[in-house]
Protein backbone atom coordinates (compact mmCIF):
# COMPACT_ATOMS: atom_id res chain seq x y z
CA UNK A 1 0.00 0.00 0.00
CA UNK A 2 1.35 3.04 -1.19
CA UNK A 3 1.58 5.89 1.72
CA UNK A 4 -1.67 8.35 2.22
CA UNK A 5 -1.96 12.18 3.46
CA UNK A 6 -4.98 13.73 4.33
CA UNK A 7 -5.30 17.15 2.15
CA UNK A 8 -7.93 19.67 2.28
CA UNK A 9 -10.27 19.71 -0.34
CA UNK A 10 -9.29 22.63 -3.36
CA UNK A 11 -10.96 24.15 -5.99
CA UNK A 12 -7.60 22.05 -7.75
CA UNK A 13 -9.06 18.76 -7.27
CA UNK A 14 -12.55 19.47 -8.94
CA UNK A 15 -11.96 17.23 -11.75
CA UNK A 16 -10.26 14.20 -9.77
CA UNK A 17 -13.06 14.31 -7.08
CA UNK A 18 -15.80 14.60 -9.81
CA UNK A 19 -14.44 11.56 -11.23
CA UNK A 20 -14.11 9.78 -7.82
CA UNK A 21 -17.65 10.68 -7.15
CA UNK A 22 -18.75 8.96 -10.41
CA UNK A 23 -17.18 6.07 -9.54
CA UNK A 24 -19.11 5.37 -6.70
CA UNK A 25 -22.48 6.34 -8.51
CA UNK A 26 -21.42 3.90 -11.34
CA UNK A 27 -20.83 1.08 -8.69
CA UNK A 28 -24.60 1.62 -7.69
CA UNK A 29 -23.18 3.90 -4.58
CA UNK A 30 -25.56 7.11 -4.02
CA UNK A 31 -24.53 7.55 -1.04
CA UNK A 32 -20.76 8.79 -0.37
CA UNK A 33 -19.83 7.93 3.61
CA UNK A 34 -18.18 10.86 5.19
CA UNK A 35 -18.40 13.25 2.10
CA UNK A 36 -20.48 15.88 3.98
CA UNK A 37 -22.62 15.64 1.11
CA UNK A 38 -20.64 16.05 -1.11
CA UNK A 39 -22.76 13.21 -3.15
CA UNK A 40 -25.74 15.68 -3.28
CA UNK A 41 -24.14 18.86 -4.20
CA UNK A 42 -22.09 20.34 -7.10
CA UNK A 43 -18.45 21.17 -6.69
CA UNK A 44 -17.79 24.52 -5.50
CA UNK A 45 -20.97 24.69 -3.37
CA UNK A 46 -19.92 21.97 -1.65
CA UNK A 47 -16.42 23.22 -0.88
CA UNK A 48 -17.92 26.34 0.32
CA UNK A 49 -19.69 24.54 2.68
CA UNK A 50 -17.59 22.35 4.11
CA UNK A 51 -15.06 25.77 4.71
CA UNK A 52 -18.02 27.34 6.45
CA UNK A 53 -18.57 24.08 8.60
CA UNK A 54 -14.69 23.92 9.89
CA UNK A 55 -15.03 26.82 12.01
CA UNK A 56 -16.91 26.91 14.82
CA UNK A 57 -18.38 30.57 14.07
CA UNK A 58 -19.84 30.06 10.62
CA UNK A 59 -21.16 26.01 10.74
CA UNK A 60 -24.65 25.41 9.76
CA UNK A 61 -27.01 25.49 12.29
CA UNK A 62 -28.02 22.24 11.45
CA UNK A 63 -24.86 20.62 11.94
CA UNK A 64 -21.37 20.65 13.95
CA UNK A 65 -18.18 22.20 13.37
CA UNK A 66 -16.00 19.23 10.96
CA UNK A 67 -12.80 18.59 9.60
CA UNK A 68 -13.43 17.17 5.95
CA UNK A 69 -10.41 15.80 3.84
CA UNK A 70 -9.21 13.73 0.60
CA UNK A 71 -7.12 10.51 0.82
CA UNK A 72 -4.79 11.13 -1.31
CA UNK A 73 -1.63 8.43 -2.43
CA UNK A 74 1.19 10.72 -2.21
CA UNK A 75 2.85 8.41 -5.15
CA UNK A 76 1.14 10.19 -7.80
CA UNK A 77 -1.95 12.76 -5.91
CA UNK A 78 -4.73 10.52 -6.74
CA UNK A 79 -7.74 10.65 -4.53
CA UNK A 80 -8.51 7.31 -2.94
CA UNK A 81 -11.25 8.02 -0.31
CA UNK A 82 -13.20 10.77 1.58
CA UNK A 83 -13.02 11.36 5.22
CA UNK A 84 -15.15 13.62 7.83
CA UNK A 85 -13.85 14.43 11.51
CA UNK A 86 -16.74 15.70 13.52
CA UNK A 87 -15.19 17.74 16.06
CA UNK A 88 -18.24 17.30 18.83
CA UNK A 89 -21.66 14.74 17.58
CA UNK A 90 -23.95 16.91 19.67
CA UNK A 91 -26.16 16.51 16.76
CA UNK A 92 -29.23 13.96 16.91
CA UNK A 93 -27.91 11.89 13.76
CA UNK A 94 -24.49 11.87 14.73
CA UNK A 95 -25.28 10.88 18.31
CA UNK A 96 -27.41 7.87 17.52
CA UNK A 97 -25.76 6.83 13.95
CA UNK A 98 -23.02 8.65 12.64
CA UNK A 99 -20.42 9.70 15.17
CA UNK A 100 -17.25 11.57 14.93
CA UNK A 101 -15.70 10.01 11.49
CA UNK A 102 -17.53 8.96 8.83
CA UNK A 103 -15.10 7.53 5.94
CA UNK A 104 -15.05 6.09 2.52
CA UNK A 105 -12.82 4.48 -0.18
CA UNK A 106 -13.51 5.09 -4.20
CA UNK A 107 -14.90 1.16 -5.21
CA UNK A 108 -11.36 0.61 -7.45
CA UNK A 109 -9.27 1.45 -4.34
CA UNK A 110 -10.52 -0.96 -2.48
CA UNK A 111 -8.82 -3.76 -0.29
CA UNK A 112 -6.01 -2.47 -0.39
CA UNK A 113 -5.65 -1.45 3.53
CA UNK A 114 -6.49 2.01 2.67
CA UNK A 115 -9.24 2.41 4.89
CA UNK A 116 -6.86 1.26 7.73
CA UNK A 117 -4.68 4.51 6.69
CA UNK A 118 -7.21 6.43 6.46
CA UNK A 119 -8.78 5.56 9.69
CA UNK A 120 -5.53 6.24 11.73
CA UNK A 121 -4.64 9.46 10.51
CA UNK A 122 -8.33 10.55 11.17
CA UNK A 123 -7.63 8.85 14.80
CA UNK A 124 -4.57 11.19 15.16
CA UNK A 125 -6.17 14.10 13.75
CA UNK A 126 -9.28 13.61 15.76
CA UNK A 127 -6.71 13.53 19.05
CA UNK A 128 -4.97 16.63 17.93
CA UNK A 129 -8.24 18.99 18.22
CA UNK A 130 -9.02 17.32 22.26
CA UNK A 131 -11.09 14.75 21.59
CA UNK A 132 -10.14 11.50 24.26
CA UNK A 133 -12.28 9.07 22.16
CA UNK A 134 -14.63 9.15 19.30
CA UNK A 135 -17.70 7.13 17.71
CA UNK A 136 -17.98 5.27 14.71
CA UNK A 137 -20.75 3.49 13.31
CA UNK A 138 -21.49 0.92 10.37
CA UNK A 139 -24.14 -0.98 8.75
CA UNK A 140 -23.85 -4.69 10.54
CA UNK A 141 -23.18 -6.60 7.37
CA UNK A 142 -19.95 -4.09 6.41
CA UNK A 143 -17.45 -6.58 7.44
CA UNK A 144 -14.61 -4.35 5.55
CA UNK A 145 -15.68 -1.42 8.03
CA UNK A 146 -16.01 -3.51 11.08
CA UNK A 147 -12.55 -5.07 10.42
CA UNK A 148 -11.18 -1.47 10.02
CA UNK A 149 -13.08 -0.15 12.92
CA UNK A 150 -12.61 -3.26 15.44
CA UNK A 151 -8.82 -3.63 14.07
CA UNK A 152 -8.04 0.33 15.13
CA UNK A 153 -9.06 -0.31 18.52
CA UNK A 154 -13.19 0.00 18.36
CA UNK A 155 -15.25 -1.58 20.90
CA UNK A 156 -18.59 -2.61 19.88
CA UNK A 157 -21.19 -0.56 21.78
CA UNK A 158 -24.66 -1.26 20.19
CA UNK A 159 -26.18 -2.78 17.39
CA UNK A 160 -29.17 -0.62 16.93
CA UNK A 161 -31.67 -0.33 13.99
CA UNK A 162 -30.79 2.94 11.11
CA UNK A 163 -33.48 4.37 9.93
CA UNK A 164 -33.60 2.45 6.94
CA UNK A 165 -34.36 -0.72 9.00
CA UNK A 166 -30.64 -2.10 8.40
CA UNK A 167 -29.01 -3.17 11.45
CA UNK A 168 -26.00 -0.32 12.53
CA UNK A 169 -22.70 -1.50 15.11
CA UNK A 170 -22.04 1.74 17.13
CA UNK A 171 -18.67 1.52 17.57
CA UNK A 172 -16.26 3.51 20.48
CA UNK A 173 -12.82 4.21 19.96
CA UNK A 174 -10.26 5.45 23.22
CA UNK A 175 -7.63 8.00 21.66
Not at 31 to 39: K, M, P
Not at 124 to 130: D, L, N, Q, T
Amino acid sequence: MDELELVKPLEAHKQAAEEMKQEFFDNGEPVINGSALFDQMEYSKWLEQIRLNSDPQTVSESWVPASTFFAVRKGDGRIVGMIDIRHTIEHEFLTRYGGHIGYAVRPRERRKGYASEMLRLALEYAKGIGLSKVMLGCYQDNEASKRTIEHSGGRLAETKPYPDGRPVNIYWIAL
